[in-house]
């Protein structure tokens, strides 16, 4: 080992670790068949859970977590598959089991071997946050814009108690609302006057884009209406997380256009969750053409 550098001794440690857990991702796949045959009382384990310490050294919540997705999806055979196979590790596809349905199941499955732990929590925080009647198209339950890799619907209710209004402003109307005036009415004409205003901007920006930019980097009068239209947030509406990305909708590789209509600024989980989403599209294109 002394003649090892550090280098070569630390990308031994890495090598070999993968390997042990893809073999013990493996081995916990193998769980829930072993629990069916009762295998373990064949070879002198007093129960599954000693079977899996003994021979793996899983605790006894691993153990359980991993009989439980075995339940889950045994009418999801996409799902089933790359747990049992070991493909993504139990910790992972307990991010996901609550959502998962026989229908979004091969989506899931995708999403899953694509998408870090934390992207993963925000899917399916995302997926449980949809309105009923929502699901048509794109079971998927994801953004709404002209990208396909955005396709579908994100859809939240707004919770009005989080409205951060001053009292100057609660005094005005009031004022108004005092004076006979509908204030639901003026503030309606006002948000429709200023989506009017971003959108006439927006659609001379986009006229503007003759040449095409031979870079990535987008003009700051573009991220100004971004910024002007969506704050500093998450494009996704229930999303409470800062922007971090501007996320091009339509393939800045094939447009290379900065068109502010296929631009939208979304926070680090999100934008995986858009690119993932747009590489299965894309896939799934590639093998119909």
Same mark, same amino acid.
């Given at each position: 080992?002394?003649?090892?550098?550090?280098?070569? +001794?630390?990308?031994?440690?890495?090598?070999?670790?993968?390997?042990?857990?893809?073999?013990?991702?493996?081995?916990? /796949?193998?769980?829930?068949?072993?629990?069916?045959?009762?295998?373990?009382?064949?070879? /002198?384990?007093?129960?599954?859970? %000693?079977?899996?310490?003994? =021979? &793996? /050294?899983?605790?006894?919540? $691993?153990?359980?977590?991993? +009989?439980?997705?075995? =339940?889950?999806?045994?009418?999801?055979?996409?799902?089933?598959?790359?747990?049992?196979?070991?493909?993504?590790?139990?910790?992972?596809?307990? @991010?996901?089991?609550?959502?998962?349905?026989?229908?979004?199941? %091969?989506?899931?499955?995708?999403?899953?071997?694509?998408?870090?732990?934390? !992207? +993963? %929590?925000?899917? &399916?925080?995302?997926?449980?946050?949809?309105?009923?009647?929502? &699901?048509?198209?794109?079971?998927?339950?994801?953004?709404?814009?002209?990208?396909?890799a955005l396709a579908g619907e994100y859809a939240s209710i707004p919770q009005?108690?989080? =409205?951060?209004?001053?009292?100057?402003?609660?005094?005005?109307?009031?004022?108004? $609302?005092?004076?006979?005036?509908?204030?639901?009415?003026?503030i309606l004409e006002f948000l429709a006057k200023r989506e009017h205003e971003?959108?006439?901007?927006?659609?001379?920006?986009? %006229?503007?884009?003759?040449?095409?930019?031979?870079?990535?980097?987008?003009?700051?009068?573009?991220?100004?209406?971004?910024?002007?239209?969506?704050?500093?947030?998450? &494009?996704?509406?229930?999303?409470?997380?800062?922007?971090?990305?501007?996320?091009?909708?339509?393939?800045?590789?094939?447009?290379?256009?900065?068109?502010?209509?296929?631009?939208?600024? =979304?926070? @680090?989980?999100?934008?995986?969750?858009?690119? !993932?989403?747009?590489?299965?599209?894309?896939?799934?294109?590639?093998?119909?053409?």
């Amino acid at each position: 080992m002394n003649f090892l550098t550090d280098e070569k +001794l630390y990308e031994q440690c890495k090598h070999y670790g993968r390997l042990a857990l893809n073999y013990r991702n493996k081995f916990t /796949g193998l769980l829930p068949e072993v629990n069916r045959r009762r295998l373990y009382q064949q070879k /002198g384990f007093s129960s599954i859970f %000693e079977f899996a310490f003994k =021979l &793996a /050294g899983l605790s006894k919540e $691993q153990v359980q977590a991993a +009989l439980n997705l075995g =339940l889950k999806f045994a009418d999801k055979p996409a799902l089933k598959e790359i747990f049992v196979s070991g493909k993504v590790s139990v910790s992972k596809l307990a @991010r996901i089991v609550g959502v998962a349905t026989i229908e979004n199941q %091969e989506f899931l499955a995708n999403q899953v071997q694509l998408l870090p732990k934390s !992207s +993963l %929590e925000t899917l &399916a925080r995302d997926i449980k946050n949809r309105l009923p009647g929502q &699901a048509n198209g794109n079971q998927n339950g994801l953004f709404e814009t002209h990208d396909p890799a955005l396709a579908g619907e994100y859809a939240s209710i707004p919770q009005l108690q989080n =409205l951060s209004l001053s009292s100057e402003v609660i005094a005005k109307l009031s004022e108004l $609302q005092n004076k006979g005036l509908n204030i639901n009415k003026l503030i309606l004409e006002f948000l429709a006057k200023r989506e009017h205003e971003i959108s006439l901007e927006k659609a001379q920006i986009s %006229e503007a884009q003759t040449l095409k930019p031979d870079t990535r980097h987008i003009p700051s009068k573009i991220k100004k209406i971004l910024k002007k239209e969506h704050g500093t947030k998450c &494009a996704i509406s229930h999303c409470q997380k800062s922007a971090q990305t501007i996320h091009h909708t339509a393939r800045f590789a094939i447009t290379k256009n900065h068109d502010p209509h296929f631009l939208a600024p =979304l926070c @680090r989980e999100h934008h995986l969750i858009a690119h !993932s989403i747009d590489q299965n599209f894309h896939q799934k294109r590639a093998t119909i053409t």
